[in-house]
């Protein structure tokens, strides 16, 4: 009797449970993090050879320009006024690749909704960035966006590096709104990331995470990208589909390669 008044009840719950925006219209999805000049833009171009996968990179140019703002600069010139509204901005922007709805069986994503929140968002908080309040306004957003917003994250895809490596490539990268970022900052990154993908103290430990070792360079990190690429089709039971080569005719490649 007990049983199947559970059953009933459990029932009736999933039945009057309202479902999540963009719930059910999301494939397969693959998050790619790290810390800043891990090189998750670099492996994202690796899987464009790749037909069935939507690759989204992190919105950066879209923070850099909002309506001639240039938020990603003021939030590293005037941090403690300008973190907040760039956080809420990354949120929107976060979202809208979260759910864009895509007709291919994966979604490979630079960076997510998690990696602010869990990383950067933490982080500014304890270093004194962000003030109690506005990390509690952030709080609730989250809170109420995992009520009510779908957010599909079945493999996440840690390029994990040294503080010092990172540095040094953000440094010949030489992004002009980083000129300013020091080690110390990279460091405390690297803490969160390691806090939330490998020791789980943060986000969801249900969800796969694949570790590379991201300080290789580009000449040997050949094996790790290879590595990935087998778990991600393996985890999505699908096989690569290859984009068609494009032919270029006997005369033109031979001018092209001369
Ligand atoms: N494995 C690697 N070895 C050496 N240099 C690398 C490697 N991967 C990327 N780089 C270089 O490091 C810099 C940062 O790479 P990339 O932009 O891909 O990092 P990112 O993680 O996307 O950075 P951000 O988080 O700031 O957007 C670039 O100059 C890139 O050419
Ligand atoms: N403060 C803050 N919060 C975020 O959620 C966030 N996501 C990315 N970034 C910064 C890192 C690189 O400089 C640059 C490109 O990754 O943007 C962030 N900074």
Not at 213 to 234: C, Q, T
Request: charged share 25%; net charge neutral; with cysteine.
């Amino acid at each position: 009797m007990m049983l199947r008044v559970f059953y009933r009840t459990i029932k009736t719950m999933a039945l009057t449970r309202s479902p999540k925006y963009a719930e059910n219209n999301q494939p397969f999805t693959v998050l790619i993090e790290g810390n800043i000049g891990s090189g998750k833009t670099t492996f994202l171009n690796h899987f464009n050879k790749f037909d069935d996968i939507c690759l989204l990179s992190e919105p950066v140019e879209r923070w850099q320009d909002v309506g001639g703002c240039n938020l990603l600069d003021l939030m590293y010139k005037e941090s403690n006024r300008w973190a907040m509204p760039f956080q809420t901005y990354v949120t929107l922007t976060m979202l809208e690749m979260h759910t864009k709805p895509t007709d291919k069986s994966v979604k490979i994503m630079e960076r997510s909704l998690f990696s602010s929140r869990y990383c950067f968002v933490e982080n500014m908080y304890a270093n004194g960035t962000l003030h109690k309040g506005m990390y509690q306004i952030l709080q609730d957003w989250y809170r109420f966006i995992e009520k009510s917003i779908h957010i599909q994250a079945d493999l996440i895809v840690y390029l994990r590096t040294s503080p010092e490596v990172v540095f040094e490539r953000m440094k010949t990268r030489a992004r002009s709104e980083e000129s300013c970022v020091p080690l110390k900052y990279l460091e405390e990154l690297h803490v969160s990331h390691e806090d939330w993908l490998v020791h789980r103290k943060r986000g969801n430990p249900n969800t796969p995470v694949l570790i590379l070792n991201a300080d290789l360079d580009l000449e040997n990190i050949g094996s790790e990208y290879k590595r990935s690429e087998d778990s991600i089709f393996k985890a999505s039971i699908r096989e690569p589909i290859m984009r068609e080569p494009i032919y270029v005719s006997p005369s033109k490649r031979e001018r092209l390669s001369s």
